[in-house]
Every structure is written in C-alpha cells, then in structure tokens.
C-alpha cells in the first residue's frame, strides 16, 4: 500500500517569514495530493489540494508543488501569520478515492 | 448547510466492553470514511463506504472492528472486546461522490479505554 511521510515533524518560524512542509509518496498510482489543516481540538480541514496532472497550485499566501518523477509534494506558506499555527497534513490517494494516506503531520509554530 | 456529526464526542468505556460511534455525514455525500487518529499522529484509514456497501475495509485492523451503513447514509463504527490500544480519536469523513476529492471532516469521539 501506499506510504507517506512528512518532514519536519516540528516548525517554528517568525511571522511573515515562510513555511514548508514536504511530503514523499510510494504509490505511483497516486494521483490527488490534498493538505490539511488541523488546529488543536478541531475537526482537520482542507486548504489546498493539487491533481497529478499540475505541478503546482496557488491560493493567496499557500501554494503546493507535486514532483511526480521524484514522488514528493510540497506545501508552501508565504508571509505566515499567527493564525497559520496548527499541525498540517499532507495525504495521497489514488484515483479511486478508495483510501486516504495522511502523513504523521507538521506543528507549525508562528511567533508574533 | 450542516457538516459532519459525530456522537458521542467523548467515550470512556472499560476494557472487554463493546461501543458503538456514530457518524452523520452531509446530506446527499456518498461516500463515508471511518479514520483512527493517535495522539501525534495522521488520520488512518479504517474504512471507505460508497453508498451501503463497505467498498474498502483493508484498514480494519482486526475482526474487533466492524461498521455499518445500512441505509447510505449514518454510519456506525462497532468495537468489540475494547483494548486499551484502541483509546484514540475516531474521526469520519464524508465526500460528494468519493474519489479524489475534499473529505469533509466531523469533529471526532475521543475514545478512552480504561
């Protein structure tokens, strides 16, 4: 099956400074890489997600690049803010949709 | 429109008991997915349901663990015999069609077993 790992675990970076978080995937078949956001006690929520068939995708401050030769994906926050705080998911999936791999997840720490 | 329902959202139970989690996805999804979450650690796929049928159970981790969606819509995830191992946050998840495209979380039942 498939296999995603995360990297960091941890993150702590200034406010407007940037984040990123890289994911790796073993599945070749997998072709939809979405990102969650998690804050503490709360329900995980899509911010972005990107199909195999772009590189990468931008909303405002977050973007996603997919290096599907290489198998990893990457989530990128620009001028980060304290309200970024939260751990962040990255999942792959096949097209069936049939199973969602999640990552161990990031903490990411924004200091005012 | 409301989102994703769980109940209970906390349950403490003794080991050797059996418990039900219920979950209520959004009007008119298909799809359904049952995730076990550690502390520390990204949701795990327990099950995917298209419909009635349980179109993915591989991540059931033992004959314990059983769920339901009888009429395509509420689900419920069964546990028998309780383990101390199986205390986790159980999240459900629901989409449009199923496929590659955004789940929709609930809010989780932090299960404790004692």
């Known amino acids: 099956g498939e296999n995603v790992e995360q990297h960091p675990s941890t993150l702590s970076v200034q406010e407007g400074d940037s984040a990123v978080i890289k994911c790796t995937y073993s599945d070749s078949a997998s072709n939809y890489f979405p990102w969650y956001k998690q804050e503490l006690g709360k329900r995980p929520q899509l911010i972005i997600d990107i199909r195999s068939n772009v590189g990468e995708k931008k909303d405002q401050r977050i973007a996603v690049t997919l290096n599907k030769t290489a198998k990893h994906f990457s989530l990128h926050i620009t001028e980060t803010q304290p309200e970024d705080s939260a751990v962040y998911f990255c999942?792959?999936?096949?097209?069936?949709?049939?199973?969602?791999?999640f990552g161990t997840g990031t903490s990411l720490t924004v200091i005012p | 429109g409301a989102g994703v329902s769980q109940t209970p959202s906390n349950k403490v139970t003794e080991k050797g008991k059996y418990v039900e989690l219920r979950c209520d996805p959004i009007s008119g999804h298909t799809a359904l997915y049952w995730y076990r979450q550690s502390l520390g650690q990204g949701p795990e796929f327990l099950i995917y349901?298209?419909?009635?049928?349980?179109?993915?159970d591989s991540g059931l981790p033992n004959d314990r663990f059983f769920a339901v969606r009888p009429e395509g819509s509420v689900s419920t995830l069964k546990i028998q015999r309780t383990e101390r191992g199986d205390s986790a946050v159980y999240l459900c998840?629901?989409?449009?069609?199923?496929?590659?495209?955004?789940?929709?979380f609930g809010p989780g039942t932090r299960l404790t077993v004692l």
């Open positions: 349901f298209q419909g009635t049928g349980a179109a993915d």
């Open positions: 999942a792959a999936t096949s097209s069936t949709g049939n199973q969602f791999y």
């Open positions: 998840a629901s989409s449009s069609s199923g496929g590659a495209e955004e789940q929709f």
